[in-house]
């Protein structure tokens, strides 16, 4: 395989304040500080400033399409909607997707939120103080009550009540949905910060944030970054339109036309055993669309693609080699099933015997229907960026970002480049029980001719 590797992108002109902002494409800090975009912190995020990149280096202009398979917190479609170009996303996370859908209605009258508000100010304090702490108990699973104090939780039971009873208009419940699922981890006591939940510790500042006053603050400050938005768009979101799929990106037909986009700006799971349905626990529990971890692998872990463990039944068929990967891209087929073959060895020898060998033979089957379905979408004379780390499960080295470009060229794509953003991982480098390899963050760029 003849694979050229540059590192970073517009290498030649770049100062290192430079170098060092690119390499944070791959993360979600940038987005943490831009209206909108900031209103759900996703750990799987990325950086909307890449986003624009894309589409000031690849001339995508007002009026033509973008399109994001893995859409999750929306960063490609609410900078598309920003610049004044149409966009598509698909997400398969029914969670993620609904938080996704609010930040892309802009259409939020300020007079209306400022009424909740005040019904909220009204009816919160003497709902709270009229639940039992038994039926609080029975309304929520355990991980919810170690995370709070109990008048707290009280609080936050009479604002879900609020929410989702009070009488209001459809988008504005939506809004506010997300404005209480941003409160959750705020008003904690636990260390609920991203990515994971730690019931048992507390916050190293545990005082109690009061749900009443964070609620309003935050509402208005979202209010306000939606002025914010439209004040960077200029008007040019006014002319354009979002079609997001809560679905499966890996066959979108009959969803999104053949040949209807004009860039793909994405950025797949990673390989790296990182359960997006697990990271959601907490909000998924408050809200009551799950109740248990069955509940949401059935909701929600069996729809997403293959990238962790965590979703694997090793008597599953559909964790072997499919014969559409091994017809369209038999170099990678082989390569995958020689690392199967290792980590299938390999996990027996480990406390854990993870299911890696599956998750990666898993991952490669879903990846190459997506790639494939991209190639579908897009016009002639188009690029598709997809945004990635490889990884190094069990030691096993697995260059994702070349395998992603591989497939591409067997589902039709005339070439493709690499472009490194970030060596990562390095701490495993000094670990010989692990590998030797310095993992890095990459933009794969596919062409279609
Ligand atoms: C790395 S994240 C993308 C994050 C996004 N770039 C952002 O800035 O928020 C990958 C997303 O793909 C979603 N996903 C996984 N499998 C999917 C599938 N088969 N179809 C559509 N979305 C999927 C996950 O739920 C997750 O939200």
Redesign the pocket.
């Known amino acids: 395989m003849q694979i050229p590797v540059q590192l970073g992108l517009f290498e030649q002109s770049k100062t290192p304040q430079k170098k060092k902002q690119e390499s944070e494409w791959g993360t ?1 800090k940038d ?1 943490l500080r831009a209206p909108v975009h900031r209103w759900f912190t ?1 750990p ?5 400033k890449a986003v624009e990149h894309s589409i000031e280096r690849f001339g995508i202009l007002p009026g033509q399409t973008i399109y ?9 479609n609410l900078t598309a909607k920003t610049l004044g170009i149409h966009s598509f996303g ?4 029914p969670f ?1 997707y609904r938080i ?1 859908t609010a930040k892309m209605n802009w259409c939020i009258d300020r007079g209306e939120v400022l009424e909740f508000l005040k019904v909220v100010r009204l009816e919160l304090p003497h709902l709270s103080q009229s639940y039992h702490p038994d039926q609080i108990k029975e309304t929520f699973p355990e991980l919810i009550l170690k995370c709070y104090q109990e008048n707290t939780l009280a609080d936050l039971l009479a604002l879900r009540i609020l929410v989702c009873e009070q009488k209001m208009s459809a988008d504005l419940r939506e809004f506010f949905f997300v404005v209480a699922t941003a409160l959750l981890r705020e008003v904690s006591t636990a260390a609920t910060g991203w990515p994971y939940i730690a019931p048992n510790k507390q916050k190293v500042t545990s005082m109690d944030k009061d749900v009443l006053t964070e609620f309003s603050n935050l509402a208005r400050r979202m209010v306000d970054d939606i002025e914010e938005i439209k004040i960077w768009s200029n008007g040019r979101y006014q002319r354009t339109t979002h079609t997001l799929i809560n ?4 066959d979108t037909t009959g969803q999104i036309p053949a040949e209807s986009v004009d860039h793909v700006f ?5 390989l790296n055993n990182f359960d ?2 697990d990271r959601t626990r907490l909000e998924l529990y408050f809200w009551g669309e799950a109740k248990t971890w069955g509940e949401i692998t059935r909701d ?1 872990r069996d ?3 293959t ?1 962790a463990t965590t979703q694997i039944a090793r008597s599953d068929a559909k964790y072997e080699i499919s014969a559409e990967l091994q017809a369209d891209c038999s170099d990678v087929a082989a390569f995958v099933a020689t690392a199967v073959a290792e980590l299938s060895t390999r996990r027996l020898h480990k406390g854990g015997k993870k299911s890696y060998d599956l998750m990666v033979a898993g991952y490669f089957n ?1 990846i190459h229907q ?1 790639v494939r379905d991209v190639y579908r979408v897009l016009k002639p004379n188009t690029k598709a960026l997809f ?2 780390g490889d990884s190094a499960p069990y030691g096993v080295h697995i260059p994702t970002d070349k395998l992603i470009g591989e497939i591409g060229l067997g589902v039709g794509f005339s070439d493709y480049d690499i472009e490194v953003l970030r060596t990562r991982g390095d701490k495993w480098k000094a670990n010989p029980q692990r590998h030797s390899v310095a993992l890095r963050e990459s933009i794969v760029i596919l062409s279609k001719k």
């Open positions: 979600f987005s996703y799987a995020g990325f950086s909307y994001d398979p893995f859409m999750g917190s929306g960063t490609t698909v997400e398969a996370h993620v996704t679905g499966d990106s890996r994405t950025s797949p799971p990673y997006c349905a929600v729809k997403l693609m990238s879903d997506i945004v990635l």
